[in-house]
């Protein structure tokens, strides 16, 4: 049986490895998109050997499941969602989520553009696209059920409707028309983002203005 002191770094570049296949993988994806990635362009992207990514990943569809992880790791989702679950009260919870979308869903556009683009046709994307949907889905919804819960969300919304809706403002064309095409910071985004929602969400009048 290998030592530990041998075992822990055959780990450790084992990690590395499948760490740059996935690193590989998003780089592709927001270069070239979905169109472009073969297991051949991932591993030589990754500058290691086809047999390798094979090692880590038998198929695309198992590489193309492991990115949703691997790109929430790096861009701290668990960290910005904690700051909207962890919020006092279901307002703030909304002016949170506001920065959450200005701030974490704004650096995965071309992802999520790249998905868009294929996922009518291409099996692996449309998987991928079905996980960031369900994800969203039950953000919202969770949301939604903590206005309920404290009484403070508006007429005539209902948590489906308000989940529906908070749903479809997780826009990859709106929040890209804002930053890109008119040319808004992050911060502004989530500031009348966080309005948009206390004004059509919340019932009650203790909010309105963007807390931050």
Request: overall charge neutral; some cysteine; glycine content about 4%.
């Amino acid at each position: 049986m290998p030592s530990k002191s041998i075992v822990e770094p055959m780990n450790a570049r084992s990690r590395r490895t499948r760490e740059s296949l996935l690193a590989a993988t998003r780089a592709i994806l927001e270069e070239q998109g979905f169109e472009a990635l073969s297991m051949t362009a991932v591993a030589d992207r990754a500058g290691v050997t086809r047999r390798a990514a094979y090692l880590h990943f038998a198929t695309r569809a198992e590489l193309v499941g492991a990115l949703f992880d691997y790109v929430a790791a790096e861009e701290g989702l668990t960290e910005s969602l904690r700051q909207v679950w962890e919020s006092p009260d279901a307002p703030s919870a909304l002016d949170q989520w506001a920065r959450h979308l200005a701030s974490y869903h704004s650096r995965l556009l071309p992802i999520d553009r790249a998905l868009q683009r294929v996922r009518d046709h291409d099996a692996d994307a449309a998987a991928h696209y079905a996980r960031v949907t369900a994800e969203q889905m039950r953000n919202c919804r969770r949301l939604a059920q903590r206005l309920n819960q404290e009484h403070q969300l508006a007429e005539p919304w209902t948590v489906s409707s308000a989940r529906d809706m908070l749903f479809a403002l997780v826009s990859s064309d709106l929040i890209g028309a804002l930053l890109e095409d008119r040319r808004w910071s992050r911060r502004r985004l989530a500031e009348h983002l966080s309005v948009l929602f206390r004004s059509t969400f919340v019932a009650t009048s203790n909010g309105g203005e963007f807390a931050g």
